[in-house]
């Protein structure tokens, strides 16, 4: 598995059996696409979250390494982040509560 795969995989808790939805249309992705791609004049890394997004191979074709889509791109992946945090979020707070441990008449949850 590619560098840039295993960031994205590692992050939202994906292993190669799992259904991972294309950020765009929530079909099956089958890449994890650079939003700003390594060739665009810039030697720094670019495998870092915030810039790597799954996609179909027919919406990569479509949109990606393409300036004027970037902006598009980086905007979807943003809901798509702050989407996947409010569901972690809930999903984290309805475990600390079924965990949770009564200590000396009190009720704590499992940080």
């Keep these: 598995m590619q560098k840039h795969t ?3 995989f590692q992050y939202f808790s994906y292993d190669e059996s799992d259904f991972v939805p294309s950020e765009l249309s929530g079909k099956r992705a089958t890449e994890i696409h ?5 060739g665009m004049g810039s030697s720094e890394d670019k495998d870092y979250i915030e ?11 479509f949109y990606g390494d393409k300036v004027q889509y970037m902006d598009f791109l980086k905007q979807k992946h943003k809901e798509f982040m702050n989407e996947y945090s409010n569901e972690f979020k809930k999903i984290t707070e309805r475990w600390r509560k079924k965990s949770g441990k009564i200590l000396g008449g009190m009720v704590i949850g499992i940080k």
């Design 6 to 8: 295993t960031i994205y």
């Design 51 to 61: 810039n790597l997004m799954a996609l179909t191979r027919e919406e990569h074709l």
């Design 34 to 38: 650079h939003i700003e791609n390594k």
